[in-house]
């Protein structure tokens, strides 16, 4: 009775999680683990898959993600370092077939200045502003210093 | 009264900078809310798209003895359109994309990503194939080459075998008619050396 019931529930729950999957259903994946060869290998695919954004679910990182792109994209990472590239060769090989997009830390260049150093501009701006106000107020003050209820 | 005066003179342009960047960041809030509102807001440019295809050497789904090379393709554009089985949006888009085939304008190319054999077959029999060949990439390893992200994806490939177009996500009739076509007669209209190369 028990494995009938617990059949039954199995089923039951195949039916109700096959009604709630997305819109966008995956294909078949490869069960089988990434193969790490050592510690030190997993790390630095950890570290590398982390700053590597998902093409498909484009708010989690590669590491993070369960998307059947993720999936493939960390095997491929996995099996270019064991190709022996280095990290910033599978960053360029990865920009070159998804773009840029792929990098959560974009490359220092022309056309990314402004991501870059616009917060660094943003606050010497209002250093600045804050400067000449203090300055103005500071050259504002003195006359007013004897009458404190102004303030 | 006359000590504040000159304070609040001097505080206009400032003032008025403030407004200045309050209306951009109103005008980047509503651009933003705008693009949220499209349905290709998550989908990326293609970076083929200027580029040479990748140098892929698929079988077809058909008759898996017979490859297929990016080389073999050349010589007249082609769109591809990557599909699966397991793809509930490709289904949706599968009439439209047959009406569009059915024109014989360009060659239509299949690209089954990572599925069943007889799945794929299973599902042109019953919806009807539109493709002149299948490519069957089954492990999803030249789909990374080609930077495929989700099915449907739908490229436009010149005579050159250089990438020229690429959606992603279903096409619809709209699609078809204000981007791809528009981009299939800037190829016709291209130069002369490139046309009078036959089709294989």
Request: glycine share 6%.
């Amino acid at each position: 009775m028990i494995p009938r019931a617990a059949a039954c529930l199995l089923a039951l729950w195949l039916v109700l999680a096959g009604a709630m999957l997305p819109a966008s259903a995956q294909p078949a994946s490869d069960p089988t683990p990434l193969a790490y060869r050592d510690a030190a290998e997993e790390a630095r695919f950890h570290a590398l898959a982390a700053e590597l954004r998902c093409v498909q679910c484009q708010n989690q990182s590669l590491a993070d993600s369960n998307a059947q792109i993720a999936h493939d994209l960390r095997r491929e990472v996995l099996d270019l370092m064991h190709q022996g590239r280095s990290d910033a060769q599978i960053k360029q090989f990865l920009v070159e077939r998804y773009g840029e997009f792929v990098l959560y830390r974009p490359q220092v260049e022309s056309r990314t200045w402004l991501l870059w150093f616009g917060p660094a501009l943003l606050l010497l701006a209002g250093a600045a502003v804050i400067a000449t106000l203090i300055r103005r107020r500071a050259r504002a003050l003195p006359p007013a210093a004897d009458e404190p209820q102004e303030w | 009264m006359s000590p504040s005066s000159p304070a609040r003179r001097l505080s206009l342009p400032l003032l008025l900078g403030g407004a200045v960047l309050f209306v951009a960041v109103v005008a980047l809030l509503f651009y933003g809310v705008r693009r949220s509102g499209l349905a290709d807001r998550d989908s990326l440019p293609s970076a083929l798209i200027g580029k040479p295809t990748p140098a892929f050497d698929l079988p077809l789904l058909h008759d898996a003895s017979i490859r297929v090379r990016a080389a073999d393709l050349r010589g007249a554009p082609y769109v591809l359109n990557v599909w699966g089985s397991w793809c509930p949006t490709c289904r949706e888009e599968h009439p439209i994309l047959t009406r569009f085939a059915l024109t014989k304008r360009v060659r239509v190319i299949g690209y089954n990503w990572k599925d069943e054999h007889a799945d794929a077959l299973h599902w042109l029999e019953q919806l009807g194939n539109p493709y002149l060949l299948v490519l069957a990439d089954t492990d999803g390893r030249t789909a990374i080459d080609w930077g495929i992200a989700a099915a449907p994806e739908t490229f436009l490939v010149d005579a050159q075998g250089i990438v020229r177009w690429k959606h992603s996500g279903a096409l619809t009739q709209a699609i078809i008619d204000n981007e791809l076509i528009p981009q299939l007669v800037q190829l016709e209209r291209a130069p002369a050396g490139a046309s009078v190369r036959a089709a294989p």
